[in-house]
């Protein structure tokens, strides 16, 4: 579990370190590389800016990427108990009616792990061995030398110039530090202009079925965790603008086959007082590295959920990373970060392309286009749309193969 951690006190065990780092943001990605870090007996500084971890979101599936990352942590006994198996996806038109169910076991568990975990549950497990963390902070600048990067980080107890000698930047996919380092470079951004609301409906029998609706206007998506079933419901950002009662309202038209599981998830939409609504958008940094800060996670290239990979990815991400940095005692850092984005980012883009693609498919508003979908979906299962992931499995990085740059 984070612990909070002032930064002063954090900073005091960082200094000592040959290569001080600055890890910004406490999500999947931040926590995943701080932790693993630590493992190699360094000591980051772990900041977040919200104030507390008590709001820990949404629901994730994840793919056997994670795996090594769990591993080296010691935490894969932890995650599989926190978590549940996910054997099978069911995908159903825009009427309700189910048109095909596959098993995810047969087409990942050669791999390893497929699992449903709550955002909250996985951070819990990466810091089973405790995490110290500094919430209420912000970087407000970053200048970056040949011999290190000042750092001002405001915090609830004024501001703070620190040096370091690497900045990992991974507060998400709406990242501030990204443009001091970016500048007046573009981010891409893919904006789908759909979004909907997040919420958890009851446990159920099915606690290996995750189910997707792919309607004509709509996308209702049932994933289940330990305990609940993770709930996305929602359509095009113009539609569910009249709030969640009015699209429930109008979706319920469309309808005519309703199980007792959706009916469920579509009461939990309506009856949540202030349910969390997320607008369907993407980004992709033009570049990932400078001598001295990398990007990481969604600071890097943030992900639709369509494929499910978005976390998965800036796990092994954060695994690679650290990796390759377990070689370096800061010198030929820019030849080892360069090295690294040479090495993980092309995998990254192809995931995420693979979730770009799926949105397309997913996200229509068309009646017609989708009874088309729903013929075309008699003859193409989720093993052959999710190829492209099989391949990024079956060709797993290495961080070793990034040698004889700055090595101890």
């Not at 090594?68 to 108990?81: I, K, M, P």
């Not at 038209?253 to 009856?271: F, G, I, M």
């Not at 017609?368 to 797993?396: H, K, T």
Request: glycine fraction near 10%; include cysteine.
């Amino acid at each position: 579990m984070l612990k909070l951690t002032s930064l002063e006190k954090q900073y005091e065990q960082a200094a000592a370190d040959e290569l001080r780092v600055l890890v910004v943001g406490a999500g999947i990605a931040g926590v995943t590389a701080a932790q693993l870090l630590r493992r190699d007996g360094r000591h980051p500084v772990l900041i977040e800016r919200a104030e507390s971890s008590s709001d820990q979101g949404y629901m994730l599936a994840l793919m056997p990427m994670v795996d090594a990352a769990l591993d080296d942590l010691g935490v894969h006994e932890a995650y599989r108990a926190a978590s549940t198996p996910l054997g099978r996806y069911a995908v159903h038109g825009h009427t309700g009616r189910k048109l095909r169910e596959d098993s995810m076991s047969a087409i990942l568990a050669r791999f390893g792990d497929y699992r449903g975990i709550g955002r909250g549950d996985l951070i819990d497990v990466l810091t089973d061995e405790g995490g110290a963390a500094t919430f209420g902070s912000t970087v407000t600048e970053l200048i970056e030398r040949a011999d290190g990067v000042e750092v001002s980080v405001s915090t609830p107890d004024g501001t703070h110039r620190l040096n370091f000698d690497l900045v990992i930047i991974a507060d998400g996919i709406h990242s501030d530090t990204r443009q001091l380092v970016l500048g007046q470079r573009s981010v891409q951004v893919v904006d789908t202009k759909w979004g909907g609301w997040v919420v958890w409906a009851p446990e159920d029998a099915d606690s290996d079925l995750g189910e997707e609706w792919w309607g004509a206007g709509y996308f209702a998506g049932l994933y289940p965790v330990k305990g609940e079933v993770g709930v996305f419901f929602g359509g095009p950002r113009a539609d569910t603008a009249a709030g969640p009662a009015s699209f429930v309202a109008k979706t319920r038209h469309q309808l005519k086959d309703v199980s007792p599981r959706l009916e469920r998830a579509l009461t939990a939409v309506l009856e949540d007082p202030d349910p969390y609504y997320w607008s369907l958008t993407d980004c992709r940094a033009p570049d990932w590295t400078t001598a001295r800060t990398v990007l990481l996670g969604d600071a890097a290239a943030g992900f639709l959920p369509t494929a499910g990979i978005g976390a998965g990815m800036a796990m092994e991400s954060a695994w690679v990373l650290a990796g390759i940095l377990r070689q370096s005692d800061g010198s030929a850092l820019a030849d080892l970060l360069r090295a690294y984005e040479r090495l993980q980012r092309p995998r990254v883009e192809a995931a995420q392309d693979n979730s770009r693609q799926l949105a397309k498919m997913m996200f229509r508003r068309s009646r017609f286009l989708a009874v088309l979908r729903e013929l075309a979906m008699r003859f193409v299962s989720v093993e052959l749309a999710l190829r492209p992931i099989q391949r990024l499995l079956q060709e797993q990085p290495d961080p070793r193969e990034v040698t004889g740059i700055g090595q101890r």
